[in-house]
């Protein structure tokens, strides 16, 4: 349990933002002729760029040097 906790924590908003955006994805696939089709791909390609952008963030952080008060022990 205790793995799967930290999983989520690390990884659950990722997750959460890639499913709505493969929810939107899917929305605008089916959606053909429609005028709604093009934003929704525009939503789409937000998301994973909100994705790409988490974890650039993410490993812009952990490439940071502790402070020796942050060690890890």
């Not at 906790?5 to 959606?31: E, H």
């Not at 093009?38 to 490993?59: D, E, F, N, S, Y």
Request: glycine content about 6%; overall charge positive; charged content about 20%.
């Amino acid at each position: 349990m205790r793995a799967f906790r930290q999983w989520f924590m690390n990884f659950g908003l990722v997750a959460s933002i890639f499913v709505s955006t493969a929810l939107v994805a899917v929305l605008a696939y089916r959606l053909e002729g429609s005028r709604w089709r093009w934003p929704m791909v525009a939503l789409a390609l937000a998301g994973l760029g909100t994705i790409a952008g988490i974890l650039w963030i993410r490993r812009y952080i952990d490439r940071q040097p502790k402070a020796p008060d942050q060690e890890v022990k």
